[in-house]
């Protein structure tokens, strides 16, 4: 597609709910990002794909975030047992192969909200 | 680690003024500085980016300089609008790395 889509737009978890949120890359795009964004904050990096290779996955904040990307192209990042904390915009961004020195190109994310 | 500083905001400005929009990192090596810009709405855009010292990143009427002896990367426009009205964020990406380090983002609102 022309950019990089998130969805849900908008989620509402009841705590201890799993919620799975899905970004589609730009077509092409080897590398793909995903960040946290808590209110009023700058991005904060969780994970890294390229391919279908999970490269990074060293800013997850525990073992209740999973993220996959099985066929190279669409991911998930899953969130087992949501807590409040929890409640973040999450981004989702894809690269080409210049990577960033070509920046990202963002999609316009998920907003989480755990009540 | 590797860290951003950004000026607080929110920063709020009459049409055709002065922009400035501080930013100072940390960080080994020889990163790459970026600004993006979120406008509301909207996922964040790549507004401008420099990859090594005194190199001058320019978009939009926007310029920044790589400041490596300050360890800067300042945000400057001559004369703001009110579409320029967003979050602007100052980022690195340290040597080889792929992934960024932002800093918490300054917003912007212009006056008519």
């Known amino acids: 597609g022309a950019g990089v889509s998130q969805s849900p737009r908008y989620k509402v978890a009841k705590r201890g709910q799993d919620v799975a949120l899905r970004c589609d890359p730009i077509?092409?795009?080897?590398?793909l990002f995903w960040y946290q964004q808590a209110l009023g904050q700058g991005p904060e990096f969780l994970t890294y794909f390229q391919n279908e290779a999970q490269l990074d996955k060293s800013g997850l904040p525990s073992d209740r975030f999973f993220a996959e990307r099985p066929e190279g192209s669409v991911s998930t990042l899953k969130i087992q047992r949501t807590q409040q904390e929890d409640s973040a915009v999450y981004l989702c961004a894809s690269s080409g192969r210049q990577g960033v020195i070509g920046g990202y190109t963002f999609g316009s994310g998920t907003r989480l909200t755990v009540v | 680690g590797n860290s951003v500083t950004q000026m607080e905001g929110p920063v709020t400005l009459s049409e055709e003024a002065f922009l400035t929009i501080n930013c100072t990192y940390t960080a080994t090596g020889y990163p790459s500085l970026f600004w993006y810009v979120q406008y509301p709405g909207e996922g964040l855009q790549l507004l401008l980016k420099?990859?090594?010292?005194?190199d001058k990143g320019s978009n939009k009427g926007f310029e920044a300089t790589y400041r490596k002896e300050t360890t800067s990367f300042h945000l400057e426009k001559g004369s703001v609008q009110v579409s320029d009205s967003a979050v602007y964020f100052c980022a690195l990406s340290a040597t080889g790395g792929q992934n960024f380090v932002f800093g918490p983002g300054t917003r912007l609102s212009v006056l008519p």
């Open positions: 077509s092409g795009h080897v590398s």
């Open positions: 420099a990859t090594k010292a005194d």
